[in-house]
């Protein structure tokens, strides 16, 4: 969970983080406020990447380079939606745009158009999934969009022509309905196994996604993709350390605090 040193050390000009957002609403009770980034909030983190000398890079973008042995730029960044919730259209896509930000939009493709049922048990809040007109639209746009399987399952606790199923026909339907290759996943609750692992790698997908906080580098598993978990509830101060260190806890990272603490309990044991 924790970043270890060689990979906080790893060249700046080799290693990316990429940030994770859910819905980009105002959240509307306490247990919405992880997943729902207020708009305002959304637009100060965006802004703050493009005044402070990141680069706003696509998966894509970034796997090409690194295909072709090229560099990626210092304080790469990308940009990543799960679930494909209808206020990425309007709250999020006006702001990627203005900022010339890419971003991937990981959708759910049983549930295109319709409502977040599969959550609301346990959110009580009823959201509006994208629709098939403004997810073309933002395609059009240079938004770029990823599959999340069919019905957002936890894939590990599948028997295996199920979870097959799931991630494969969530490509070819996205694929059917984009007319473009789909060439990223991510795991539902970040939940994944070494068996769902290869599927996914067997379906033809180029990169997969985690849960995972820390920094990606050219010898990251490119199917177990670390990703740093942005919530609504996060200060700016927070989010750009999130941003700075790869970490959740927004802090100094934990192998640097440890050496702190120790630094620190020598000089008052001398004093
Ligand atoms: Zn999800």
Request: with cysteine; aromatic share 12%.
């Amino acid at each position: 969970m924790i970043p270890t040193l060689g990979e906080l050390m790893y060249p700046a000009n080799a290693r990316f983080a990429v940030l994770m957002y859910h819905s980009i609403a105002f959240p509307e009770n306490g247990r919405e406020k992880h997943l729902s980034c207020p708009p305002p909030l959304f637009e100060r983190h965006m802004r703050y990447l493009h005044s402070s000398g990141y680069s706003a890079l696509s998966l894509t973008d970034i796997f090409d380079r690194l295909a072709h042995g090229k560099e990626i730029p210092e304080k790469t960044v990308s940009i990543t939606l799960d679930d494909g919730f209808e206020d990425n259209y309007e709250h999020a896509y006006p702001v990627l745009r203005r900022y010339q930000i890419p971003a991937t939009i990981f959708l759910i493709s049983g549930w295109i158009g319709k409502t977040n049922a599969w959550m609301t048990g346990h959110q009580g809040v009823v959201r509006r999934m994208l629709t098939w007109r403004q997810i073309r639209e933002m395609q059009s746009g240079g938004i770029e969009f990823g599959a999340h399987t069919v019905s957002h399952p936890r894939l590990s606790g599948l028997d295996d022509s199920a979870a097959t199923s799931e991630i494969l026909a969530s490509k070819q339907d996205l694929e059917a309905g984009l007319n473009r290759e789909v060439r990223h996943f991510a795991y539902p609750y970040g939940d994944w196994s070494d068996s769902v692992r290869d599927k996914v790698r067997k379906a033809g997908f180029v990169t997969a996604s985690g849960t995972r906080p820390g920094f990606n580098n050219p010898a990251t598993d490119r199917f177990e993709l670390r990703r740093i978990d942005i919530r609504g509830t996060d200060s700016m101060r927070r989010f750009r350390q999130k941003v700075l260190f790869g970490t959740n806890d927004g802090g100094w990272p934990l192998p640097l605090r440890y050496y702190g603490e120790r630094f620190f309990k020598k000089i008052r044991g001398r004093a």
